[in-house]
C-alpha cells in the first residue's frame, strides 16, 4: 500500500511532465519552447527520485536541465536574427503531425495495457525488495571489468566525449 | 609388350605439335621441316617395330593356335561416369590396328617429306607441320583406342585437324568456308554417333556387373565384340519404330562413319576440302581421316552381325554412292575434284564390302577384302593426289585444261601417275587389282546384283581415271608452255612418289588373308577366276574408251557434252546437292524455324525483362519524391516503417 | 492504489508521442532538437522503470540511462555546432532550407 504522499508526488510530477512537454512542442516562441523542456527535464529527474535512483536523478539535473538546457538556450541567442526578438515559431504539416503522433500514443498505449509482461508489483513492494543502490556499488560497477561492470562503455563514452569535443570545435570555428 | 613404345607411338607427334606449334615462330623453315620429318620418322620406325612384333614374332601374347589375339596394352581409367560407364584411354593392338598403324606412319611419312618441297615456298610453314603432327597424333589414338569413348574423342580431334589444316590458307574465303563446312558436316553426323554411343551404352550398363558382360566398361570394345557379351539379350527387350534398339544404335553410329567417309547424303564436304594443301589432301582426305568411317564399321563387325539389317543399309548406302561418285567424276574438270570423288567411290566400294561379309560367305571375305583394299587404297590414292600436287605445282592450276602432253616434261610424274591410275582401275598384277578382286568376289557371294553393280562401279573408275590420264598427259601441249616450261618436282617430291609407286606395285602380293581377318583365323586368298577375269575385261574396254576419246585431242568428248548438255551440267554440279542443302538450310531452317524462334526470343524473352526493367523504372521514378531531403519526412517514413513492425508484431502475438 | 509499472509508462508515453508531433512538425532547426531530447528523456524514462519494477535487484537500467544521458550531451553539442555552421552558411535555421540531399 503505497503511502499518499508518493501518489500526490506522482501526480503532481506526471501532470507536469505531460503538460510541459506538450507545450513545449506547441509554443510559439523557441525561448519558451526552451524553458518547458527544462521544466519537464527537471520533473523526470524528481520521478528518477522517487523510484530510489539517487545518484540518477542527481546527473540529470546536473547534465541535462544544467549543461544541456544551457547550451539550448546559447544556440537559440546565437541563432537569431538581429532584432528579431519575437519571430514565432512556425509550424507546417499540422493535420500529420497530429495524426501519427496520436496514432502512435495510442498504438503504444494499447500495447501497454494489453502487455501480459508487466506485472502489478507496487512500488513499495518494488522498492523493499531490490537492494539499495549506494555510490560504493556504482564506483564497483563502473571500474569493474567482470560480468555486469561497466568499464570498457566507462572509457569508450570518455573517448565519445573526447571527439565530439573536438568534432564540435572543429565544425562550428570560423573560417 | 613393354609399353613403351606403345606410349611413345602416342606421345610423339603430340609432343612434336606442342613443340613446332608454340617454338615455330621462332624457329626458322628449315628446322621444322628438319625437327617434323625427323620425328615423323622415328614415330615410322616405332609403329613398324610394334606392328611388326605383332605380327611376325609369334609370340603367344599374339598369336596362339593359329588365331591372332587382341592385347591390350594399357587401358587407365580416365574419367568415370559411373561405375559401369567408364571412360579410359588405352592401346589395343590387333591385326586391325596393326595394319592402320603401317598405314597412317607410312602416308604420313611420306606427306611430310613431299610437303618440304611442296610447302617451301607458303607462309605458315612451321604452323602446316604441326598441324600435321596433331593430325597424326589424333588418327593414331583413333585407331588404337580400346573402347568407343576414346575413339570419339580422336574423332573428333580428327575433325579439327582437319579443320586446321583444310583452312590453312585462311586468307582465302573459300577456303575459310570449304573448313567450316567440313566441319560442321562431320560434327552434325557426329552427334547421331554420339546418340548412338550412348544408346547402345546404357542398354550395356544396365546388364549386372556380374553377369556374362563382367565388369568392364560398357565403353570396351573387347567386351562389347566378346560372344559371352550378349549383347543382344540385354537390348533385346526395347524396340523402337519397329527396330531393335541395337539395330538403331549400329546404325546410328555408322552415320556418324557416313560423315567422316564422305557417304551420301554426308559427302557435300569433301570435294570442297581439296581447296587445302594437296599433300593435306592426300593425308587426310584420301589415304587416313577418310576410312575412319570403315575402320569404325570394322571395329565392330561382331555387333553388326548380330543385327544384319544393319549391314544391309551399309550396303545400299554404300553402293548408292558408289555410283553416284563415279559418274560425277566423269565430268569434273578440276584433278583434285576428280581424285575426291574417287576418293568417295572407293569408300564406298570398302563400306559395300564390309557390309556383304558374312562369316558363312567365303569365311567372311569381305570384311578381309575391304581392309586389304584400305591398305593398297591408301597407297595409290596418296600416290596419285601427290602425283596431282607435282602438276599443280608446276603449272600453278588444278584444272586439266591447263595441262596436256605433260609426258615429256614430267616423266617420273607421269610413270608413277600411270602406275597409281592402273592400280585404281585393277589391272593386273598391281596391288589394286587383288583387293578389288576379292571385294567383288565377297559381293557376288552375297547376291549378284551388288557384284554386277559395282562391277560397273570399277568400269566407271577405270574410265573417270584414265579419261584424267589421258587428257593431262596425252591430248595436245599447251601452247602455254612455251613461256613456262614445266619440269619435273624437287627430289623431296618425286622420292615419295617413286616409293610410294613400287609399293603400289608389289602390296597385292602380301597375303593379307594370314593377317587381317574378321575372326583372325588365317585365310587363304585364291582368285576366283571368272570374277577376275570379268573385271579386268571391264577395266580394260573403260580404258580403251578412255583413250579412244582423249588421246589425241579432239572433238569427240565436246560433241558428247552437246549431245546431253543437262546431263552434263547436273553431273559437273554435282547433281545439285550443295543446292539442296543450301535451299534446306535457308529456307527452310533458317527462314522458317529459325525465324520462328528469333522472335520469341527478341519479343518475348527479351520482351519480358525489359518490360521488368521498364516496370522498376517506372516505380522508382514515382517513389524517387520519398528522399526529398527533409529530415522530417525521412523520419516520419521511420515511423510509419516502425509502427507496421509492431502492428504485424502484435498480430503474430495475438 | 499502488503506484505499479503501468503508471509511470503511461507519461513516457506521452511525452515520446509529443516529441513525435513536435519533431515532424517544427520548422526551427532548436525547436527539432528539442523534441528529440523529449524522445530521448522518454526512452531513458522507461529503461529506469523497468529496472526498478522488473529487476529491482540489478543495476543495468540506470546504467543504461546513466551514459545515455552521457551520449546525449554529446548528440546535442555536436548538432548545435551544426546548426550554427549551418545558421552561417545559409542565414536562418529553417529546416527546409537544407533540402539538397535528395535524389
Redesign the interface.
Known sequence: MDSVANIILYFVVAICMTVFSVMAVTSRRILRAATYLLFVLISTSVIYFQLGYEFLGAVQIAVYAGGIMVLFVFAILLTRKPGDMSAPLESHRRALGISISVAGCVLLLLALFYMPLLNGVSLIEAINSGNRITMHDIGVAFTGTSRFQYLLPFEAVSVLLLACIIGGVVVARKR | MDITLPILILALPFTMFLILGIGGVKMSRKLAGVLGICGNGALLAMAYTVAFTYFFSGNPEFIADGIRQQVQLFDVTWLAFTERMVVNIGFLLDPISAMMLIVITTISFMVHLYSWGYMEHEPGFQRYYAFLSLFTFSMLGLVVATNIFQMYIFWELVGVSSYLLIGFFYKLPSAVSASKKAFIVTRFADLFMLIGILVLSYFVAQTPADGPLGGASAFNFLMLNSESSNVLASTIGATFLGGSVLTWAMILIFVGGMGKSAMMPLHIWLPDAMEGPTPVSALIHAATMVVAGVYLVARFFPLYLIVPDSLTFITVVGAITAFYAAVVACCQIDIKRILAFSTISQIAFMMVSLGVARPELHDGLGYMASMFHLFTHAMFKALLFLGAGALIHAVHSNNYTEMGGMRKYMPITHWTFLIGCLAIAGIFPLSGFWSKDEMLSAMYANNWIWGAWMTMVAGLTAFYMFRMYFRVFWWEENPHYKEHRPHDAPWQMSLPLIFLAIVSIFSGFIPFGEFVTWNREPYHIHIEMQVAVTSIVVALIAIAFAGWLYLKKNDKPARMKAALPGLWTAANRRFYWDEIYMFVTHKIIFNGICKAIAWFDRHIIDGTMDALAAMTQFFSVRIKGMQNGSVQTYVLWYFFGAVLLAVITWICLL | ???????????S???????????????????????L??ML?SA??NF??FN???F?????G??F???A??????????A??????I??AVG??D??S??????
Not at chain 3, 1 to 11: E, K
Not at chain 3, 80 to 85: E, G, Q, R
Open positions: 492504489m499502488d503506484l505499479s509499472m503501468l503508471w509511470y509508462l503511461v507519461p508515453v506521452i511525452m515520446f508521442a509529443a516529441g513525435v508531433y513536435g519533431f515532424v512538425t517544427r520548422k526551427n532547426m532548436i525547436a527539432l532538437l528539442i523534441s531530447e523529449l528523456n531513458d524514462l529506469v522503470v526498478r519494477f522488473l529491482p535487484g540489478s543495476m543495468e540506470m546504467v540511462t546513466l551514459f544521458i552521457a551520449i546525449a550531451a554529446a548528440e546535442t553539442a555536436i548545435i555546432a551544426i546548426i550554427v555552421n545558421y552561417r536562418n535555421t529546416i527546409n537544407v533540402k539538397k540531399m535528395k535524389y
